[in-house]
């Protein structure tokens, strides 16, 4: 009884300690719904790169001065990038505009692993505290139609969550990304083999014509790209979103491959690569929210090595061409405002 008695203290005090720190230093490990659960660590190395005082893959963010015309950009992994600071399509962006005489800054408040939803929050919270004049939001199609997960039952105990994680790491933790001091590989691969094409299969019946998911996760996304374009007109902060493609919407080695393991009767005549793009952009044109689509541009260079091997994100090409598309873009379309 005794024994019971001294464990039962010790998990409510271990319940106390990890739920006090969780607060303080938001972590992956506890089930929470902030954005800040996958923030990076201030002022922690990336690549050859601190990250600033936010966690933020950017330079610390300063007042904004008069005359300048300031670009937030807020998404996942994409925006927050696999590749150094330099070469990340946001910073890219910033120096292709200032080379034009533009007197415009981006500020990079990408954090992996969020969503729709978090962007929303992330927005309200401390994208318009910047002061902003535009919104370049990237949604990545590959997930960002992502369905909200069951928690898990040990989800509500931040100890039975910790010896889970540990549990889960001792077992299957290999071949994460962790950007810390060294030197950066652009053209080593992430994930095995058998690894990557499961994650694409789980991705892919996004593409499939007729499928039952979609729609449901079609109207979730939109409502929270509604909800921030309606914030935007309400304080007149421009919006772009750019629409990422998935490399297996681009690849067609990679489509090949996935439709040969994974779907091998399906017809391929019911494959439509761009079926989320498309339903997307028919919703952006009802409620008039501007957009640019890197779909075509990407499958305009089916050679062209654009994502890192087996990683899903893009090499320092991809997001160079990113960075151009979206510097001629906003110079056609917003050059007036940017003056």
């Known amino acids: 009884m005794q024994g019971i008695v001294v464990l039962s203290i010790a998990f409510v005090l271990g ?15 506890f089930h929470a719904s902030s ?38 950009g807020i998404g996942d992994s994409f925006a927050f990038g696999v590749v150094p600071y330099e070469y990340n399509y946001l910073t890219v962006l910033e120096s292709k505009l200032k080379a034009a005489a533009i007197d415009a800054e981006v500020l990079n408040l990408g954090i992996p692993g ?19 004049d ?19 039952l040990t989800s509500y105990s931040y100890v039975a969550s910790l010896l889970s994680y ?12 962790i950007h810390g001091q060294g030197n950066y590989c652009d053209a080593c691969p992430n994930f095995d083999e058998e690894t990557f094409l499961k994650i694409e299969k789980d991705r892919s019946f996004m593409y499939l014509e ?63 690569m761009r079926l989320p793009n498309d339903r997307l952009i028919a919703e952006f044109d009802k409620r008039k929210i501007d957009y640019i689509d890197l779909y075509e541009y990407f499958t305009e260079r089916p050679t062209e090595q654009l994502y890192r091997p087996r990683d ?28």
């Open 15 to 29: 319940e106390i300690a990890l739920r006090t720190y969780q607060y303080f230093n938001p972590t992956f490990i």
């Open 35 to 72: 954005h800040n659960r996958f923030r990076g660590k201030p002022f922690s190395d990336d690549w050859n790169f601190k990250l600033n005082s936010k966690g933020f893959k950017d330079k610390e963010f300063s007042e904004k001065e008069t005359g300048t015309y300031r670009i937030i």
């Open 114 to 132: 969020i969503g729709p939803k978090d962007y929303l929050t992330l927005f309200i919270q401390e994208g318009l505290p910047l002061n902003p």
């Open 134 to 152: 535009m919104l370049l939001l990237s949604f990545f199609i590959g997930n960002d139609f992502s369905e909200i997960q069951e928690r898990k």
């Open 166 to 177: 540990i549990s889960t790491l001792t077992t299957t933790y290999k071949g994460q990304i």
């Open 210 to 272: 007729g499928n039952q998911r979609f729609p449901g996760l079609q109207k979730k996304a939109m409502y929270y790209l509604n909800q921030i374009s309606v914030i935007c007109q309400e304080k007149g902060v421009d919006l772009v979103i750019v629409l990422i493609p998935d490399e297996l919407q681009v690849n067609p080695q990679l489509q090949k491959n996935v439709r040969e393991k994974f779907y091998a009767d399906v017809e391929e005549s019911t494959w439509n």
């Open 312 to 339: 899903t994100h893009w090499n320092i090409a991809g997001n160079n061409l990113a960075a151009n598309v979206m510097h001629d873009y906003l110079l056609n379309q917003y050059v007036d405002r940017m003056n």
